[in-house]
């Protein structure tokens, strides 16, 4: 079913292409817009860069943040479960390395390539060789340390100082995690995971594409009276710092108007107009008589 708009200016914001990946951290509902406009002539910019990061599998929601700071226990299994192994422990050196890394990803949260040799990125690799070449699950453990006997001591400067400023140089990752961000614990909780209780699956996944529609200062397309905000527009950078997403759909928003306010006030093409133009156009892709 098709609703067709007369109006003199749309503003899209319809978010990303979110249904072409099969592990994206966007729910399932959406499926992102951005091939209508391009069947419009609207141009695109930047459409290859993709933002990737870690992801719980069910529900979809980014493992980021004090998911990370409160140093989960990282393992993965055979397709029905069997055969737990800690794989980080194969690659890190020393448990001080292991501890820092996992506690940067999560200031670090999205994969990058200038992390990857040094940084904590060396995880998301790890993740996706586990999962698909070695085709294994992997799940965050909330209730192990991954160290046995855990020494804190070991972290780096920044780690250590980070959780000793927040009190949490004690027991189990669930109860750092509860103690420093409690909502945290409960949203799993409301939709039916019990960090304090089960592992938690995890995947690599599809997180922000970068790029988008190409718009100009005002947020306007190359199509006059099109305007597109949010992440469907490439306005968020290729290296996308964090909460540029937010701050860019607002100002978008905000320039967008103004521009409509200013400049493109006024009635929009007539009805019978209207009607000519895009019944075919409908017609052509429903590949049915349409009426109006």
């Known amino acids: 079913m098709f609703t067709a708009f007369c109006c003199k200016n749309i503003v899209y914001a319809t978010g990303g ?32 860069e993709w933002q990737y990061g870690l992801s719980s599998v069910k529900p979809r929601w980014n493992v980021s943040g004090t998911y990370m700071q409160c140093l989960p226990c990282f393992f993965s299994t055979r397709q029905d479960g069997s055969d737990r192994k800690e794989f980080l422990r194969e690659y890190f050196k020393n448990d001080g390395e292991l501890l820092s890394k996992t506690f940067l990803k ?105 790029g988008g529609l190409d718009v100009d200062i005002w947020w306007r397309t190359n199509i006059e009276g099109l305007f597109a905000v949010g992440e469907v527009a490439a306005t968020h950078g290729v290296y996308r710092p964090g909460g540029s997403a937010l701050n860019a759909g607002q100002v978008g928003a905000f320039r967008a108007a103004r521009f409509i306010a200013s400049k493109r006030t006024g009635d929009p093409a007539d009805i019978a107009s209207f009607e000519e133009i895009s019944r075919p156009q409908i017609e052509e892709i429903t590949g049915s008589p349409q009426r109006f």
Not at 26 to 36: D, F, K, L, N, R
Not at 118 to 129: A, E, F, R, T
Not at 147 to 176: M, W
């Open 106 to 210: 999560g200031y670090q949260w999205p994969f990058d390539v200038r992390k990857a040799r040094k940084g904590s990125s060396v995880i998301d690799i790890l993740v996706y060789i586990e999962l698909f070449l070695k085709n294994r699950r992997v799940f965050l453990d909330f209730t192990k340390n991954p160290i046995q006997n855990i020494d804190f001591s070991v972290l780096n400067d920044e780690a250590y100082n980070y959780l000793k400023k927040a009190g949490a140089l004690f027991g189990t990752p669930v109860e750092r995690l509860l103690h420093m961000n409690a909502p945290a614990v409960e949203f799993y909780k409301n939709h039916g995971i019990d960090l304090s209780k089960e592992p938690l699956e995890i995947a690599l996944c599809a997180q922000h594409n970068n």
């Open 17 to 48: 292409p979110a249904g072409m990946y099969a592990h994206s951290v966007y729910p399932e509902s959406q499926h992102g817009a951005t091939g209508v406009a391009f069947l419009a002539g609207v141009r695109g910019k930047n459409l290859t």
